[in-house]
């Protein structure tokens, strides 16, 4: 009876002028932006649009990195960055420009994303920054040359073919690994944010999932994958995508160290020395874009404001309870609070329905009435005559103490009994709370059974059967399977 359900759960994420401020402060950012105001006529830049060899060292004093062995690095490193964000607007060198013929320098000015860092929308400036961790992606999947001499021919090209590199494959796995970090964050939210065991990480990706001890193969295959991100997550670190604790360089003195780390969570008593990493809120913006990029259902809470209340019953449908409330919440802020009665009646009228997902939105209306507030009566009360609605309508009012409420029907008591089983069977919840349920509505009435099969609701049937699976009393369990037979056959008739 289930609804198609997205493939990831709803995330949180923060405000966008709170994530703007975060992308603005990720150091690798910051030094882009030093670097584009301090770029001028007299900067120049090679073929590749790199800042020449010779105005490195001016460039790392500039950013305060003279005295690090690193410094140069670092500033070519920021240097691109500001070159790929459109910071910086790069012109090509002339071909034969420069002496004996060979080519001459590029110019470089200032780009027209710089003054949006200042003057655009939170919106512009994550937009720049998003172009930024794709840059810094692209260079976390780049091969790793230990010596690019060896790649050079005879004739001065280059052997692409021996870097053994499959580019797609690589971003592949990378952003395997971001989405398994991904999940496992919005998992961590609800029991306490932690930082995730960098071997864990890479076991997620190459243990299969039904493998009980690991062979040598695949924990060397582990190993040599955590000392892979180690690299990439150290170059994904100043974008502000992760907070990373690297791998303990001491345990890498003795070769095959790193492989006994992938089977050291359960035994070494300081896990933390082999690598732990943490999304930022940052990161769980820009892990979600680009997830949204390459077609991915990943959603936020806040995706539904201000759409019908079909939309928020349907999106809801699967959403973990908490994130459910936060999401029916901002949708009635929509409203305010004199809209407390359109917005009760546009929620049930979206309820209404005898498709498969009928009980679960009714269910979700329910639980967004009790958000709704007392004002929303009006509109509760006008539904108690409606066959579908009545019974919850009912339920909302004497949960309030509401003044005359109107005795149910027979026939609509046992209708909202089957409705409320199908909701709860279809939302997958607890197994001791969906048998507490059961019982506790077969025991309200004598002779539930003999009469529950001659509900007129399309998911009678498959209710009963349920029943008597599930039902702890072995003679009610018989009289549940009997009534289901009598249902299928009422319906086939």
């Not at 405000?15 to 001028?40: H, K, M, N, Q, S």
């Not at 790199?50 to 003279?66: F, I, R, Y």
């Amino acid at each position: 009876m289930s609804a198609e359900r997205p493939s990831l759960p709803p995330v949180r994420l923060n405000t966008e002028a709170e994530l703007a401020r975060d992308a603005l402060a990720a150091p690798l950012f910051v030094r882009a932006v030093r670097l584009a105001r301090w770029a001028g006529p007299d900067t120049r830049v090679g073929a590749g649009g790199e800042l020449v060899e010779d105005q490195l060292p001016a460039a790392a004093e500039h950013l305060g990195l003279a005295a690090d062995e690193d410094g140069a690095a670092y500033a070519s490193e920021a240097w691109r960055l500001a070159v790929d964000t459109g910071l910086l607007d790069v012109t090509d060198p002339e071909e034969g420009e420069g002496e004996d013929g060979a080519d001459g320098e590029g110019a470089v000015t200032t780009g027209e994303n710089l003054a949006l860092l200042t003057g655009g929308s939170p919106q512009d400036v994550l937009a720049i920054w998003l172009d930024g961790l794709d840059a810094v992606h692209a260079d976390a999947t780049a091969p790793v040359l230990d010596d690019f001499a060896d790649l050079v021919g005879e004739d001065g090209s280059i052997d692409f073919d021996a870097l053994d590199w499959d580019p797609e494959a690589e971003a592949e796995f990378l952003d395997g690994v971001l989405g398994n970090l991904y999940l496992l964050t919005l998992a961590e939210n609800a029991a306490g944010e932690g930082p995730v065991p960098l071997p864990a990480l890479a076991a997620s990706m190459i243990v299969p999932d039904d493998m009980g001890e690991p062979t040598d193969d695949i924990l060397e295959q582990v190993s040599e994958a955590m000392m892979r991100l180690d690299d990439q997550f150290r170059l994904l670190e100043p974008i502000g995508i992760v907070e990373y604790r690297p791998v303990d360089e001491a345990l890498l003195v003795e070769e095959g160290e790193a492989a006994d780390a992938s089977a050291a969570g359960a035994d070494d008593e300081d896990v933390t020395r082999y690598g732990m990493v943490k999304l930022t809120p940052l990161g769980l913006y820009g892990i979600r874009a680009r997830m949204l990029e390459a077609g991915v259902d990943a959603p936020a809470v806040g995706d539904l404001a201000g759409k019908g209340a079909d939309a928020l019953l349907d999106g809801i449908a699967h959403y973990p309870e908490s994130a459910a409330r936060a999401e029916v919440k901002l949708w009635l802020a929509g409203y305010g609070a004199k809209g407390a009665v359109a917005a009760a009646a546009e929620l049930l009228a979206a309820a209404r329905g005898t498709d498969e997902g009928g009980p679960l939105r009714r269910l979700h209306c329910q639980q967004a009435l009790a958000l709704a507030g007392p004002e929303a009566e009006p509109a509760v009360r006008a539904v108690l005559g409606d066959p579908e609605l009545g019974g919850l309508a009912r339920v909302w009012l004497a949960e309030r103490g509401a003044a005359d409420v109107p005795a149910p029907p027979e026939d609509m008591i046992f209708w909202l009994a089957i409705d409320t089983i199908a909701a709860q069977l279809d939302a997958d919840g607890e197994l001791d709370e969906l048998q507490g349920l059961i019982e506790g509505l077969s025991a309200q009435h004598s002779g539930f059974f003999d009469e529950v099969w001659r509900v007129d609701h399309p998911a009678t049937a498959d209710v009963l059967e349920a029943m008597g699976r599930l039902h702890s009393d072995k003679k009610a369990a018989k009289d549940a399977r009997k009534a289901a037979f009598k249902a299928r056959s009422r319906a086939g008739g």
